[in-house]
């Protein structure tokens, strides 16, 4: 039963591993239904979208929106180890991450030198509160040196970053001041806004577009740089509900929940050749009692449903020993060097099928074997 116990083990490490980053990575912009995100149909990741700037002051005046945030995501280097800074404008940022400043101060719009950091960011990295750092943009080449003046606890993948006023962020990216990644917009009616917004807001920028250009009017509160007038095909910007917009791009590479188990069973499908050879050890070790059997009258398949009896019991008990080594091993992982995925902190996520399934897995193979090994007399 070793081998069923060390097949489940391999089995939920890779479960465990794969389906937290998945479930992690779904869940990088929040889980509120009443929160959308605005981003680029033909970005390949969330974090190479760009989308005119413009398109948050014709957002926030459609009915029912109670907050528009306009955000960009840069990748940089602080301290020399890889970080994502996220350019937000404070006002609206609040209205939808209701963050909590353990230290320092909240952010502004019109800081131009400084950021807030997320505890475990501040962590990894080693800041606090007025710590000065050099930021090394890595898709634009520029740096620019920064003061830590509060960190913050939001409760999510955010914790891990640094947000910086809006501009800065841009700067950082290298898009200009007419682009952000993403715009999220928290609405009364998500569901409705999402099957009026290429209506509402397509025509608007179509007419835009059709101007003389210039500056947008009636800028959002807490931009302080100039909007301008960008061309952009309506066609390419999507709108999708915040919490699915992840799992949209997962499946631009055909990365689902389903296919995730699929690898992790596949470690498990691995070890069934070394299940098998258990079954026919235990067959030959026993021939003689069989054979004994067999001349006093008793069927090849009595015989095969008392092994099952009293095999199966066995095999469910190790497997889930198995599963609970994993788990034990996985949080020491945790605990010890922590686990990371693109300078995120990953939280282990137990998923009820990693309990269910090595067990299920256990059964259906050693039945298998059992029910065609030949126990001949």
């Known amino acids: 039963m070793l081998v069923v116990a060390v097949a489940s083990a391999l089995f939920s490490i890779a479960a465990l591993s794969l389906l937290s980053f998945y479930n992690g990575f779904t869940a990088y912009l929040g889980e509120d239904k009443d929160v959308l995100a605005i981003y680029d149909r033909a970005s390949s990741t969330p974090f190479t979208s760009l989308i005119p700037a413009y398109l948050v002051e014709e957002l926030s005046s459609l009915d029912g929106v109670s907050a ?40 502004k719009s019109s800081d131009a030198d400084s950021a807030i950091i997320g505890f475990k960011a501040a962590e990894r990295l080693g800041l606090k509160v007025n710590s000065r750092i050099i930021v090394y943009g890595v898709v634009a080449d520029r740096y620019l040196e920064l003061t830590i003046k509060g960190v913050y606890r939001s409760g ?74 960008t061309h952009f095909n309506p066609d390419k910007i999507g709108v999708e509900e915040a919490s699915r917009l992840m799992k949209t791009y997962m499946d631009k590479y055909g990365l689902s929940r389903e296919i995730m188990l699929i690898f992790s069973a596949v470690a498990f499908l691995f070890s069934s050749l070394t299940v098998a050879a258990a079954i026919r050890t235990i067959i030959v070790q026993h021939r003689g009692e069989i054979s004994i059997l067999r001349s006093i009258g008793a069927s090849g398949r009595t015989l095969k449903l008392d092994l099952l009896i009293k095999l199966l019991p066995l095999a469910i008990f190790a497997s889930l020993m198995g599963v609970a080594s994993a788990a034990l091993a996985m949080l020491a992982l945790q605990e010890g060097i922590g686990l990371e995925l693109m300078s995120h902190t990953l939280t282990l996520q137990f998923d009820p099928i990693i309990l269910i399934l090595p067990p299920a897995l256990s059964i259906i193979l050693i039945s298998t074997f059992i029910i065609r090994a030949k126990l001949e007399a």
């Not at 995501?73 to 939808?96: D, H, T, W, Y």
């Not at 917004?197 to 947008?216: I, M």
Request: hydrophobic share 40%; proline share 5%.
């Open 68 to 107: 528009c945030s306009p955000e960009v995501l840069a990748p940089c280097i602080i301290n020399g180890r890889a970080s994502f800074i996220r350019g937000v404008l404070p006002e609206q940022f609040m209205k939808i991450n209701a963050i909590k400043v353990l230290e320092g101060e909240m952010l």
């Open 156 to 229: 999510s993948l955010m914790d891990d970053e640094v947000l910086v006023p809006l501009h800065v962020g841009q700067w950082l990216r290298g898009s200009g001041y007419d682009y952000v990644t993403l715009i999220r917009v928290k609405a009364e009616k998500a569901s409705v806004l999402i099957q009026s917004f290429h209506v509402e807001v397509g025509e608007t920028l179509k007419e835009s577009q059709a101007s003389t250009g210039g500056s947008s009017s009636s800028p959002l509160y807490g931009v302080i740089t100039p909007r301008a007038i």
